[in-house]
């Protein structure tokens, strides 16, 4: 069993910045990839940014690309997700999850095994 627990959500302006943290207990955090997940209302869950367990690869959603930074410190089983240059499309709930040991990152939720409860993120314009 894995828990995950997000934070850092909010409310914030346009062009603002937010930090989402996600503490990891359970299992050994080191040893799997992560990723991070939006769901907007009406919409479907998608996948934003994933890490490997050691941390040396990265994948990004298009539309995140260079304003999303992910990153891991697995000394603290912790997962982050900077967020630069927010707009109001960034809007929805967000979610981090535990993704398998691979060389490759999945941005298929269903690839995912285990879930945080969601933190909301609200941009307004």
């Known amino acids: 069993q894995v828990q995950l627990v997000e934070s850092g959500g909010g409310l914030v302006q346009a062009g603002g910045s937010l930090r989402l943290s996600c503490a990891a207990s359970?299992?050994?955090?080191?040893?799997?990839?992560m990723g991070w997940f939006r769901q907007a209302p009406g919409k479907e869950r998608e996948f934003l940014a994933g890490i490997s367990w050691i941390g040396t690869i990265t994948r990004y959603l298009d539309s995140v690309k260079g304003r999303f930074t992910i990153s891991r410190e697995n000394a603290k089983n912790t997962l982050y997700l900077q967020m630069n240059s927010l707009k109001p499309e960034d809007t929805g709930v967000y979610y981090c999850?535990?993704?398998?040991?691979?060389?490759?990152?999945?941005?298929?939720?269903?690839?995912?095994?285990?879930w945080g409860q969601g933190t909301q993120v609200t941009v307004s314009s």
């Open positions: 359970g299992r050994t955090f080191s040893t799997y990839n």
């Open positions: 999850a535990t993704g398998r040991s691979s060389v490759v990152i999945s941005t298929t939720p269903t690839t995912y095994d285990y």
